[in-house]
C-alpha cells in the first residue's frame, strides 16, 4: 500500500488591526462583527504613532477593549513589536518586525508557552534563522503594493512554494492582499494570509470582507483535497 500524500492544512486569516485607531470602543464593536463572519486564526495588534514606532498608550486601550473578546472568539492576540507589551497585556504572543527584538531576546522575554513570529521580507535565509532562534512563524512579503506600512520589499509566490516543500514551520504572506489576489498565495503555500485594509477598507464592510475571504480558502482547501 502506498504512503498517502501529506495534505497542508486550510489557510486561516491573520488579520491586523488597522495602523491607526481612534476609538477603542467602536473598534472592538466592529471587531466582534467581523469576527461573527467567519474563521480568523489571529489577530495583531499594530498601532503606530507619528514616528513609526508602536504607540504603547493606544495599543494599551485597545488591547483592553478587544483581548478578551477575541480569545472569546478562538482568535489569539499579538502585539506587535513589543514583547513586553505581550506580557502586560496578557496576549497569545508577540511578533517582531525585520529591525525590531530579536527572536531570541522576545523568546526569553515572552517564555516558552507565548507565540513568537517574525518578519522575514523576501529573505529565507533571515526566516531559518528566526525559526533556529525559536520563531513559531515567519512572515514573508510584501507580495503586493500596500499602503499600510513603509519600508516592505518586494516577495514573489515562488518564496513560499520553496519554502513549503523545505520547513515545517509555517510561514505567513503579508502584503497588500485582498480578496481579489489572495488565492495565487493560498496556492503558493501560505499557511495563513495577513490582511489589513483588505478588510477594513473593504467596500462592503469588514465582516463581508471576512466571509469572502473565508469562501475562497474553503473553496482552494476543497480543490487540493
Same mark, same amino acid.
Given at each position: ?50 514616528? @513609526? ?36 497585556? @496578557? ?58 506600512? /513603509? ?6 509566490? /515562488? ?67
Amino acid at each position: 500500500m502506498s504512503k498517502p500524500e501529506y495534505t497542508r492544512p486550510r489557510t486561516r486569516l491573520y488579520l491586523i488591526t488597522p495602523p491607526r485607531i481612534d476609538d477603542a470602543d467602536a473598534f472592538a464593536a466592529l471587531l466582534e462583527t467581523a469576527l461573527s463572519a467567519g474563521d480568523v486564526a489571529c489577530l495583531q495588534l499594530r498601532l503606530k504613532d507619528a514616528s @513609526g514606532a508602536i504607540d504603547e498608550a493606544a495599543t494599551r486601550e485597545v488591547g483592553a477593549a478587544v483581548t478578551e473578546m477575541a480569545k472569546a472568539y478562538g482568535v489569539a492576540v499579538l502585539i506587535n513589536d513589543s514583547p513586553q507589551l505581550a506580557v502586560e497585556l @496578557g496576549a497569545d504572543g508577540v511578533h517582531v518586525g525585520w529591525d525590531d527584538v530579536p527572536v531570541k531576546d522576545a523568546r526569553a522575554i515572552v517564555g516558552k508557552e507565548m507565540i513568537v513570529g517574525a518578519t522575514a521580507k523576501n529573505s529565507r535565509h533571515i526566516a531559518m534563522q528566526a525559526g533556529e532562534a525559536g520563531a513559531d512563524y515567519v512572515a514573508f512579503g510584501a507580495f503586493y503594493p500596500t499602503s499600510t506600512k /513603509d519600508g516592505t520589499v518586494q516577495a514573489t509566490p /515562488d518564496l513560499l512554494e520553496v519554502w513549503q516543500e523545505s520547513m515545517e514551520i509555517p510561514c505567513v504572506a503579508i502584503g497588500g492582499i485582498t480578496v481579489e489576489n489572495a488565492a495565487p498565495l493560498v496556492t503558493a503555500g501560505a499557511d495563513f494570509i495577513a490582511v489589513s485594509s483588505g478588510v477594513w477598507d473593504h467596500p462592503d464592510g469588514a465582516p463581508a470582507a471576512i466571509a469572502a475571504f473565508n469562501r475562497i480558502l474553503d473553496e482552494l482547501d476543497q480543490g487540493r483535497s
